[in-house]
């Protein structure tokens, strides 16, 4: 066995939490062709996604050593931005006196739109989003975001000055991101998160993004941990958060 020590400075400790169950999950389970609906488009959690994220919190909060986390980095679209405040967010937003709102309230829509109580960001690290951890890109309509000025109203407290376009411009309909394309993203988004300066970092992404980003990792680790790595969850977050370490060479 060989053993190198790396100066702490030099690592992270990065928490993958894949978002809570979406309407066009539902839907997707039931007939894979809704998948290609714009019924779905940039869907957001069910009620029983919010649930997942909740849990999730709860699951952190009553940990023996409680997580510390220094920031949360988001893909845009609207699913994961719903599970970070979930997972992230304890306090129900009521007046300005608690400053911007983290996400704003929002009504029930039959299908569509579960309803929930504005939150504040008391106790939240801060949020980024981030174009790098989207879901595979192309054709299925879920996975299209919307226009930059729609979250920037919704969720007023999440820093997007990293989205560089008002409309989508990465998605199309008429074509689906390759696989290698998915990693290469992956690596990318990695290589970025290692030029933070934050030390613990939650990263709120999606199941084909997380599955091909430590794709790029399993092939250094032990047998065991790479029959792991590649495998997530439904909705992994229920689950305890999965860490890895890097090591900026």
Same mark, same amino acid.
């Given at each position: 066995?060989?053993?190198?020590?790396?100066?702490?400075?030099? $690592?992270?400790?990065?928490?993958?939490?894949?978002? #809570?169950?979406?309407?066009?999950?539902?839907?997707?389970?039931?007939? $894979?062709?809704?998948?290609?609906?714009?019924?779905?488009?940039?869907?957001?959690?069910?009620?029983? #996604?919010?649930?997942?994220?909740?849990?999730?919190?709860?699951?952190?909060?009553?940990?023996?050593?409680?997580?510390?986390?220094?920031?949360?980095?988001?893909?845009?679209?609207?699913?994961?931005? /719903?599970? +970070?405040?979930?997972?992230? +967010?304890?306090?129900?937003?009521?007046?300005?006196?608690?400053?911007?709102?983290?996400?704003?309230?929002?009504?029930? @829509?039959?299908?569509?739109?579960?309803?929930? $109580? +504005?939150?504040?960001?008391?106790?939240?690290?801060?949020?980024?989003?981030?174009?790098?951890?989207?879901?595979?890109?192309?054709?299925?309509?879920?996975? @299209?975001?919307?226009?930059?000025?729609?979250?920037?109203?919704?969720?007023? +407290?999440?820093?997007?000055?990293?989205?560089?376009?008002?409309?989508?411009?990465?998605?199309?309909?008429?074509?689906? /991101?390759? @696989?290698?394309?998915?990693?290469?993203?992956?690596?990318?988004?990695?290589?970025?998160? =290692?030029?933070?300066?934050?030390?613990?970092?939650?990263?709120?992404?999606?199941?084909?993004?997380?599955?091909?980003? =430590?794709?790029?990792?399993?092939?250094?680790?032990?047998?065991?941990?790479?029959?792991?790595?590649?495998?997530?969850?439904?909705?992994?977050?229920?689950?305890?958060?999965?860490?890895?370490?890097?090591?900026?060479?």
């Amino acid at each position: 066995m060989t053993l190198t020590a790396v100066p702490l400075r030099h $690592s992270k400790v990065i928490y993958l939490i894949r978002h #809570g169950q979406g309407f066009h999950n539902v839907a997707g389970h039931k007939d $894979s062709s809704q998948y290609l609906s714009y019924d779905w488009e940039d869907a957001h959690l069910t009620e029983y #996604g919010w649930q997942q994220a909740e849990a999730l919190n709860k699951h952190i909060a009553n940990l023996p050593n409680r997580l510390q986390v220094d920031l949360v980095i988001s893909s845009p679209l609207t699913r994961t931005l /719903e599970t +970070a405040t979930g997972v992230f +967010a304890s306090e129900v937003w009521t007046n300005e006196s608690q400053g911007v709102p983290l996400m704003r309230e929002q009504p029930a @829509k039959q299908e569509h739109q579960a309803a929930h $109580s +504005a939150m504040s960001t008391a106790g939240c690290p801060p949020f980024v989003a981030h174009e790098l951890c989207r879901e595979h890109l192309g054709r299925h309509p879920c996975d @299209k975001r919307r226009n930059l000025s729609h979250y920037k109203q919704h969720f007023p +407290a999440v820093d997007f000055s990293l989205i560089e376009t008002e409309e989508d411009e990465l998605w199309g309909p008429d074509f689906r /991101e390759e @696989k290698d394309h998915i990693k290469a993203r992956g690596l990318r988004f990695m290589q970025w998160v =290692m030029t933070r300066p934050e030390s613990r970092i939650a990263v709120v992404s999606h199941s084909s993004f997380l599955f091909f980003t =430590m794709a790029n990792f399993g092939l250094h680790a032990s047998t065991d941990v790479q029959v792991q790595t590649p495998s997530l969850p439904p909705f992994s977050s229920t689950h305890t958060a999965a860490m890895c370490q890097l090591v900026d060479q």
